[in-house]
């Protein structure tokens, strides 16, 4: 089942699952936790792990499995849902899960900023420190400039109060405008653009997109401004100038991960798990012993 076939299930009682992965038409429920897949919604709503509460899965051995169930107390041992989250299909193949929900907003808006990096570099501080709550602060490079994307969830008029204290607390420099949430428009699968994912200290956002702008001009860069994760689509981009931007978030307590691109680009870039790598081979092999799924992941 796709995210796009849940979400107006759960629509017919008033409920959704708060999770923001890209292509949702094509994602599927499975996908999303293996890969661990979501976007600026995890400022407000938490990452894929914490809306989960149990999941069936068939083991290497092909025996049936379950961990946790309807309510969110456990007990004692591996959280397998951490462990299963984001783990590219390595340990097991997921058959069935419980997911946690929340009530539909009543009503969701956006407000778009524009002007120069630093400006809204100061926006989305004083946005993440300030009197508001937003459910997402992205932080966006496009071809028409940069951008911040506020969204915001609830009634009407606590949106409609929200958005005026953001327009108080903007510098004087930077352009606002109410839009629809829906209006974003993301680069499709099979553009011929380089995806990567991509990861940094909050501290670090303005330094980071400094580098894609050095480094890549003119690529689409979207930076989940609460947590430091972001994605980048990149346009024939040279091995030298990735491995570059590799180093630099690496020293910067980030990392980079081509999640499309070329075989070539992908073995260049293969991913170092650094001092974990053992761990997870650990487990690894205590899950799966005979390397039957995903064996070239670690």
């Not at 792990?49 to 149990?54: A, H, V």
């Not at 949106?159 to 903007?170: D, G, K, V, W």
């Not at 303005?206 to 972001?230: D, K, N, Y």
Request: with cysteine; aromatic share 8%.
């Amino acid at each position: 089942m796709t995210l796009a076939e849940l979400q107006p299930i759960l629509a017919e009682r008033g409920q959704w699952w708060p999770v923001d992965p890209l292509y949702p038409d094509r994602a599927t429920l499975g996908g999303i936790i293996a890969t661990a897949d979501t976007g600026s919604l995890r400022w407000r709503y938490g990452g894929i792990r914490d809306l989960l509460l149990g999941m069936t899965w068939v083991r290497a051995d092909g025996e049936v499995a379950k961990a946790g169930g309807r309510v969110v107390k456990n007990v004692a041992g591996y959280d397998l849902m951490k462990l299963f989250t984001g783990s590219l299909g390595s340990l097991g193949i997921l058959t069935q899960v419980s997911l946690r929900l929340y009530p539909l907003p009543a009503a969701q808006s956006a407000l778009l900023a524009t002007g120069s990096l630093p400006e809204l570099e100061v926006l989305c501080r004083q946005v993440l420190t300030g009197p508001v709550n937003p459910v997402g602060v992205d932080l966006w490079l496009r071809a028409e400039g940069s951008q911040v994307w506020l969204s915001f969830h609830g009634s009407e008029r606590a949106i409609a109060q929200q958005m005026a204290q953001t327009r108080r607390l903007a510098p004087a420099g930077l352009t606002l405008q109410e839009v629809n949430p829906g209006s974003l428009s993301l680069p499709q699968p099979g553009s011929g653009a380089v995806l990567a994912k991509f990861g940094c200290l909050p501290s670090q956002s303005l330094a980071t997109l400094e580098q894609f702008q050095t480094l890549f001009p003119g690529a689409q860069v979207q930076l989940h401004r609460g947590c430091g994760l972001g994605r980048a689509w990149l346009v024939q981009p040279e091995v030298g100038s990735l491995m570059q931007l590799q180093r630099y978030l690496k020293s910067a307590g980030g990392f980079l991960l081509l999640l499309e691109a070329p075989p070539a680009l992908k073995r260049a870039l293969a991913h170092d798990f650094g001092p974990v790598a053992s761990l997870m081979r650990k487990l690894k092999q205590q899950f799966d012993p005979a390397g039957t799924f995903s064996p070239s992941l670690i």
